[in-house]
């Protein structure tokens, strides 16, 4: 796809034979399900922190500000340094835990990564479920976090590994389609356990996670490992018979000896997060940096895990906002399919640059139409139907220009780049990164949305008009190339290629058939 300051690629170079079987379609869809657990807090969190009973038993401050007892400043009333650490705490989890994966992930391959993931998701809900104080609740917060960072290394890395390079993008998406899944029944059963009498749906709310972390807990011991870790850790003759079945060819001799060729290679790096640092790896190491630190600053995560908060905060009731929050659950689980679709026809590049355009129009519209109605002091007095209707609708044309680009491709464009030698410790890289900025936003939005009010709007437009700006001049297209051949779309791309040599990665690789070879 040729455009200014990308490179189009096409499908130059090699082409290994293989085709999309149901076997290895049926592996991605049940990796795929690790987003569950990320998606189902993303929606729940939102929900139960709007939730009265919930409020009254562990946030009483915050229940009376929302009943307009201590202000009536609807921007204010969810601005508690407690409900941010109980929401934000997660983060912070799934960022240490996320460093610790990448070893685990290297040394004992994808499937235990993913394993230790759903445990420790499985035994946060429970403690959540059960939490009587909000010691108890932040606990359970932090052990979700440790399993997200867990799930959030592995899964992407599992499904870039398995697909075939031409259906690599569309079986990756299944990752975020799964995110959004997730988001989506939360955000349902949020509404429907809110209507229970007695107060306590938001026990069956928190939970409720328990379901999630079962499905990828028992689905990580029934997955095969993926030929390239398999490799990894020295088990080359199990790898071959493993890319044959995965492949559904016999023919895999050329992809098999260059993925040797890049485990040999990899062997070399004694130490992968140094060498991270090396010139040659710089284009890597911005992109793993860049493009979470993105992807959070979009201000999706705002817009999804505090939905029924901004939604009551602009003048919603708890009924409805719960329903908006459902509405735009139902709009990213649909653009999310756009992507899975277009992603290996139109490329990564077209998705990324028409999403950035769509999202700030969306924002620059939802910031005017909060400013003309609140104002200043947040108090908008009654708010008519349309105003609403209009609010909604933006909100969730926003949503889903970030469900087919900024959701999906910020997971997989990442996850697809990283040669093998450092594929591990640039993955944590960019989950940790995602995290910390992911920690960041939730620690701050309640403050900036009370001090900034509809500003905060035009705060994240800035940065996706700046993020469209990168990618289009930094982002090389990506479609179509086997993941061990990836090296070649920096080599010729107009600014990376000053960093990158083509010994970098010819040599390297070469030298290690050779090696292979007089074994």
Same mark, same amino acid.
């Given at each position: @796809?040729?455009?200014?300051?990308?490179?189009?690629?096409?499908?130059?170079?090699?082409?290994?034979?293989?085709?999309?079987?149901?076997?290895?379609?049926?592996?991605?869809?049940?990796?795929?399900?690790?987003?569950?657990?990320?998606?189902?807090?993303?929606?729940?969190?939102?929900?139960?922190?709007?939730?009265?009973? $919930?409020?009254?038993?562990?946030?009483?401050?915050?229940?009376?500000?929302?009943?307009?007892?201590?202000?009536?400043?609807?921007?204010?009333?969810?601005?508690?340094?407690?409900?941010?650490?109980?929401?934000?705490?997660?983060?912070?989890?799934?960022?240490?835990?996320?460093?610790?994966?990448s070893t685990v992930t290297r040394k004992f391959g994808r499937k235990l990564s993913m394993l230790f993931g759903g445990l420790m998701f499985l035994v946060g809900a429970l403690i959540n479920g059960?939490? =009587?104080?909000?010691? @108890?609740?932040?606990?359970? *917060?932090?052990?979700?976090? $440790?399993?997200?960072?867990?799930?959030?290394?592995? =899964?992407?890395?599992?499904?870039? /590994?398995?697909?075939?390079?031409?259906? *690599?993008?569309?079986?990756?998406?299944?990752?975020?389609?799964?995110?959004?899944?997730?988001?989506?029944?939360?955000?349902?059963?949020?509404?429907?356990?809110?209507?229970?009498?007695?107060?306590?749906?938001?026990?069956?709310?928190?939970?409720?996670?328990?379901?999630?972390?079962?499905?990828?807990?028992?689905?990580?011991?029934?997955?095969?490992? +993926?030929?390239?870790?398999?490799? /990894?850790?020295?088990?080359?003759?199990?790898?071959?018979?493993?890319?044959?079945?995965?492949?559904?060819?016999?023919?895999?001799? /050329?992809?098999?000896?260059?993925?040797?060729?890049?485990?040999?290679?990899?062997?070399?790096?004694?130490?992968?997060?140094?060498?991270?640092?090396?010139?040659?790896?710089?284009?890597?190491?911005? @992109?793993?940096?860049?493009?979470?630190? $993105?992807?959070?600053?979009?201000?999706?995560?705002?817009?999804?895990?505090?939905?029924?908060?901004?939604?009551?905060?602009?003048?919603?009731?708890?009924?409805?906002?719960?329903?908006?929050?459902?509405?735009?659950?139902?709009?990213?689980?649909?653009? +999310?399919?756009?992507?899975?679709?277009?992603?290996?026809?139109?490329?990564?590049?077209?998705?990324?640059?028409?999403?950035?355009?769509?999202?700030?129009?969306?924002?620059?519209?939802?910031?005017?139409?909060?400013?003309?109605?609140?104002?200043?002091?947040?108090?908008?007095?009654?708010?008519?139907?349309?105003?609403?209707?209009?609010?909604?609708?933006?909100?969730?044309?926003?949503?889903?220009?970030?469900?087919?680009?900024?959701?999906?491709?910020?997971?997989?464009?990442?996850?697809?780049?990283?040669?093998?030698?450092?594929?591990?410790?640039?993955?944590?890289?960019?989950?940790?990164?995602? @995290?910390?900025?992911?920690?960041i936003v939730a620690q701050v939005f309640l403050i900036m949305l009370c001090h900034m009010k509809f500003g905060l709007f035009i705060f994240f437009a800035c940065f996706v008009f700046v993020m469209?700006?990168?990618?289009?001049?930094?982002?090389p297209e990506t479609k179509g190339i086997p993941i061990e051949e990836m090296g070649r779309v920096w080599k010729e791309h107009p600014y990376w290629s000053r960093f990158v040599e083509h010994e970098?990665?010819?040599?390297?690789?070469?030298?290690?058939? /050779?090696?292979?070879?007089?074994?």
């Amino acid at each position: @796809m040729p455009a200014v300051g990308g490179v189009g690629v096409g499908n130059g170079g090699k082409e290994y034979p293989g085709n999309l079987t149901p076997f290895v379609t049926v592996t991605c869809i049940v990796a795929a399900m690790g987003g569950l657990i990320f998606g189902y807090d993303i929606g729940i969190s939102g929900g139960v922190t709007s939730m009265d009973p $919930f409020l009254m038993k562990f946030f009483p401050e915050v229940y009376k500000k929302k009943k307009g007892v201590e202000t009536t400043n609807k921007y204010c009333q969810y601005d508690s340094e407690t409900l941010t650490i109980f929401t934000s705490s997660l983060y912070l989890a799934a960022l240490l835990s996320s460093l610790v994966a990448s070893t685990v992930t290297r040394k004992f391959g994808r499937k235990l990564s993913m394993l230790f993931g759903g445990l420790m998701f499985l035994v946060g809900a429970l403690i959540n479920g059960f939490a =009587v104080k909000i010691w @108890m609740l932040i606990f359970g *917060r932090i052990l979700l976090g $440790f399993g997200i960072g867990f799930a959030n290394q592995s =899964v992407p890395l599992y499904l870039s /590994e398995m697909a075939p390079y031409r259906y *690599r993008g569309a079986l990756n998406i299944g990752f975020q389609m799964s995110i959004t899944i997730g988001i989506l029944v939360a955000n349902i059963l949020n509404y429907f356990f809110a209507k229970i009498k007695g107060g306590w749906g938001w026990r069956l709310s928190l939970g409720g996670a328990m379901i999630p972390a079962l499905i990828i807990t028992i689905g990580s011991l029934v997955l095969p490992d +993926t030929p390239n870790s398999m490799i /990894e850790r020295g088990d080359r003759d199990a790898a071959k018979v493993q890319l044959q079945r995965v492949r559904g060819v016999d023919d895999v001799e /050329e992809e098999f000896n260059d993925l040797v060729a890049a485990s040999e290679a990899s062997v070399l790096v004694e130490h992968p997060w140094r060498n991270l640092l090396q010139r040659k790896y710089r284009p890597h190491l911005t @992109m793993a940096i860049l493009i979470p630190f $993105f992807q959070q600053f979009t201000g999706i995560n705002v817009i999804m895990f505090y939905a029924p908060v901004l939604f009551s905060s602009i003048g919603f009731k708890d009924d409805a906002s719960l329903m908006s929050a459902v509405i735009t659950g139902m709009v990213n689980v649909v653009a +999310t399919t756009v992507s899975i679709y277009g992603v290996d026809k139109w490329g990564r590049r077209a998705l990324f640059l028409e999403g950035g355009v769509q999202m700030f129009i969306c924002q620059a519209v939802v910031a005017a139409a909060i400013g003309a109605k609140f104002g200043i002091d947040g108090n908008p007095g009654e708010l008519p139907k349309w105003y609403a209707v209009v609010v909604v609708l933006f909100i969730c044309i926003y949503v889903s220009g970030f469900a087919w680009s900024w959701g999906p491709l910020g997971w997989l464009v990442p996850s697809e780049i990283f040669p093998l030698e450092i594929r591990s410790a640039a993955q944590s890289i960019n989950v940790s990164v995602n @995290m910390l900025f992911t920690f960041i936003v939730a620690q701050v939005f309640l403050i900036m949305l009370c001090h900034m009010k509809f500003g905060l709007f035009i705060f994240f437009a800035c940065f996706v008009f700046v993020m469209t700006l990168f990618i289009h001049f930094f982002l090389p297209e990506t479609k179509g190339i086997p993941i061990e051949e990836m090296g070649r779309v920096w080599k010729e791309h107009p600014y990376w290629s000053r960093f990158v040599e083509h010994e970098d990665y010819d040599n390297g690789i070469e030298m290690a058939k /050779e090696a292979t070879k007089n074994v």
